[in-house]
Antibody, heavy 119, light 107 residues
Framework: EVQLVQSRGEVKKPGESVKISCKAS????????IAWVRQTPGKGLEWIGI????????RYNPSFQGQVTISVDKSGSTAYLQWNTLRASDTATFYC????????????WGQGTVVTVSS | EIVMTQSPATLSVSPGERATLSCRAS??????LAWYQQKPGQPPRLLIN???ARATGTPARFSGSGSGTEFTLTINGLQSEDFAVYYC?????????FGGGTKVEIK
């Protein structure tokens, strides 16, 4: 059974850094892209970017390029989403998701990680 | 980027009735459209792929149609578990983009 288990929620102050994780199981981690999606009440669902664990090739939504970093630890079957300098506007729920196959529709989702940035 | 516009924002429907949700793309995306269902506190769930192909586990009362820029999700005989928010997503171009969602609520 494919499972994506995300790290617990984070509460941070503006200017701090954070790295959230998504641990995959039930399939060959290196063979499927993993995406990150942001959800906020105001802007809905937004695709942040995607990474292929096999070779760490990544693509970013231009709206998020330079603001976050997506990475993987192939040996640990874990994908990461990282911020170096958080802003209050980064407050959201973040999901990792895996495509059904080689495409770009997401059949498998993590449970979500809430990141709260507040002074 | 391709902008996905969903209408209406909220749809009030009685159980057992039909719900028709629309999704429009700002440019042609062929059949590269997916529909998701999301309930409070849960991640989205893939319902429909390639505009009209039901994902594994999607009940037959859900059907998708359309191509190009105009798409429709129809839910026949709404059941209590169908009251949720529905999102469309295009995957024809990067960046992948979602619509703003349609909330299907009990009338």
């Amino acid at each position: 059974e494919v499972q994506l288990v995300q790290s617990r929620g984070e509460v941070k102050k503006p200017g701090e850094s954070v790295k959230i994780s998504c641990k995959a199981s039930g399939y060959h981690f290196g063979s499927y892209w993993i995406a990150w999606v942001r959800q906020t009440p105001g802007k809905g669902l937004e695709w942040i970017g995607i990474i292929y664990p096999g070779d760490s090739e990544s693509r970013y939504n231009p709206s998020f390029q330079g603001q976050v970093t997506i990475s993987v630890d192939k040996s640990g079957s874990t994908a990461y989403l990282q911020w170096n300098t958080l802003r209050a506007s980064d407050t959201a729920t973040f999901y990792c998701a895996r495509p059904l196959d080689s495409g770009n529709t997401f059949a498998y989702w993590g449970q979500g990680t809430v990141v709260t940035v507040s002074s | 980027e391709i902008v996905m516009t969903q209408s209406p924002a909220t749809l009030s429907v009685s159980p057992g009735e039909r719900a028709t949700l629309s999704c429009r793309a700002s440019q042609s995306i062929s059949y590269n459209l997916a529909w998701y269902q999301q309930k409070p506190g849960q991640p989205p769930r893939l319902l429909i792929n390639v505009a009209s192909a039901r994902a594994t586990g999607t009940p037959a009362r859900f059907s998708g149609s359309g191509s190009g820029t105009e798409f429709t999700l129809t839910i026949n005989g709404l059941q209590s578990e169908d009251f949720a928010v529905y999102y469309c997503q295009q995957y024809n171009n990067w960046p992948l983009t979602f619509g703003g969602g349609t909330k299907v609520e009990i009338k």
